[in-house]
């Protein structure tokens, strides 16, 4: 139920602002994305082949690459995604360096 009323008021922030609201494809794309994403992180975590594909999650930023090129989503949003997205590889690698000096 949080969910539902969180993309809601989201929604209608977004409009108010006078921002466009993506497509539905779009969005149902990057979320199988992103689930991929997660639930291979989740199950190759501990070790396996596919460790480092999924430890940064690779998948998420090869479907933003491709919907680039297609030109579903600007080069501009791309850019920002990538660097929010850095924001998290970079808070793992200082999380791991706190966590091996204690």
Do not use: Q
């Amino acid at each position: 139920m949080g969910i539902i009323f969180s993309l809601i008021y989201g929604g209608i922030v977004i409009k108010l602002a006078g921002f466009s609201l993506p497509s539905f494809p779009l969005l149902i794309v990057v979320a199988v994305a992103s689930l991929i994403d997660e639930v291979g992180h989740d199950r190759f975590a501990s070790g396996g082949v596919l460790i480092w594909f999924f430890r940064f999650r690779i998948v998420l930023k090869v479907v933003v690459v491709f919907l680039t090129v297609l030109s579903w989503v600007d080069m501009v949003n791309s850019l920002g995604f990538f660097c929010f997205d850095l924001s998290y590889d970079v808070m793992d690698v200082v999380l791991l360096r706190m966590k091996k000096g204690k």
